[in-house]
Structures are given as C-alpha cells and as structure tokens.
C-alpha cells in the first residue's frame, strides 16, 4: 500500500516562504516519479512541479518558475517543495502524488490527503 503524507503548509505572509513534505511509505521515491500539484474550491487540479523518477528532470508550472523549486531525499524517502517568494495567489491546498508508470510523471496513481497553504497578510 502505497502512502503519501503532506506536512509543511501554513499561514504565511506575501513574500514569505514554506518548505512542503512529502513522506513515502510503501515504494521508493526513486521508484516513482513524484509531483506536486495544488487546487482551490472550485477549481480543477493544476500540476506545480514534478521530478522524474531518475531524478534528473524537473518540471515546473510557468506561475512557479523561479519561486519554487522541487527535490528529493531518497534516504528519508521524502519529495519536497521549496516555496519561496509567496503570493496571495499562490493559496490552495497543495497535492503530493506517484507515478510509478511513467519516467517523467503523466499519470500519477498515488495521492496525498493535501496541506493547505495560506498566503495572507
């Protein structure tokens, strides 16, 4: 059974910044690979970032660039979102999955319950 817990989010000030978790349990993140996504009540999902299961290639939403940056602890079995430079915009409760399909993260099996992020002053 594969489990994916967020830990991280917050109420944070416009400017600030939050570090997102994502613990694995039941694969290897270098099994995987692993992504970050975000949703607002009543809205679609939308991707943020994801890294491949290599390791090697990461991908970021344009809105993201820049800001934010994803990585990978493969001893603590753990994906993370650095989240700097924080806008009111960017509040959402925030997703962690798994892919363990494909090499680059297109179809995510595993989801996380979501942290929410708050970007408040």
């Known amino acids: 059974q594969v489990q994916l817990v967020e830990s991280g989010g917050g109420l944070v000030q416009p400017g600030g910044f939050l570090r997102l978790s994502c613990a694995v349990s039941?694969?290897?993140?270098?099994?995987?690979?692993m992504g970050w996504f975000r949703q607002t009540p009543g809205t679609d999902r939308e991707f943020v970032a994801a890294?491949?299961?290599?390791?090697?290639?990461?991908r970021y939403a344009n809105f993201v660039k820049g800001r934010f940056t994803i990585s990978r602890d493969t001893a603590k079995n753990t994906v993370y979102l650095q989240m700097n430079s924080l806008k009111p915009e960017d509040t959402a409760v925030y997703y962690c999955?798994?892919?363990?399909?494909?090499?680059?993260?297109?179809?995510?099996?595993?989801w996380g319950q979501g942290t929410q992020v708050t970007v408040s002053s």
């Open positions: 999955a798994a892919d363990e399909t494909t090499k680059l993260g297109s179809k995510y099996d595993y």
């Open positions: 039941g694969r290897t993140v270098s099994s995987c690979a």
């Open positions: 890294v491949s299961r290599s390791g090697g290639i990461k």
